[in-house]
Nanobody
Framework: QGQLVESGGGSVHPGGSLRLSCAAA????????MAWFRQAPGKEREGVGE????????NYADSVNGRFTISQDHAEKTLYLQMNTLKPEDTAMYYC??????????????????WGQGTQVTVSS
């Protein structure tokens, strides 16, 4: 229960765009508090942004604010991360995460019980 299926990663040039998707497994009801994280080799997993499943409020890391946009489709039970003006420093494995509650700081990984498998984003010339 609560399995997330993530897709949309790839390799792009600096300044390019990608759209990541994270879908809840069939049979999963409702919508949860969800977030996107990323992790580069040798670095800690860091929060990219989050969206409140009910209110739709969003928060973003300073490093991506203004370039990335989180959205959701309740009918499709899917979370999206639109990434524009990508930079080499955005290169990382990207993960979606979800919780049945929205408590505590959004950028703390332990807040989330369910995770996607990760999708690689590589930004290089």
């Amino acid at each position: 229960q609560g399995q997330l299926v993530e897709s949309g990663g790839g390799s792009v040039h600096p300044g390019g765009s990608l759209r990541l998707s994270c879908a809840a497994a069939d049979g999963t009801s409702g919508w949860w508090c969800m977030a996107w994280f990323r992790q580069a080799p040798g670095k800690e997993r860091e929060g990219v942004g989050e969206i409140h499943g009910v209110r739709g409020d969003t928060n973003y890391a300073d490093s991506v604010n203004g370039r990335f946009t989180i959205s959701q489709d309740h009918a499709e039970k899917t979370l999206y991360l639109q990434m524009n003006t990508l930079k080499p420093e955005d290169t990382a494995m990207y993960y979606c995460a979800a919780s049945t509650t929205c408590r505590g700081p959004w950028y703390v990984p332990s807040r989330y019980r369910f995770w996607g498998q990760g999708t690689q984003v590589t930004v290089s010339s």
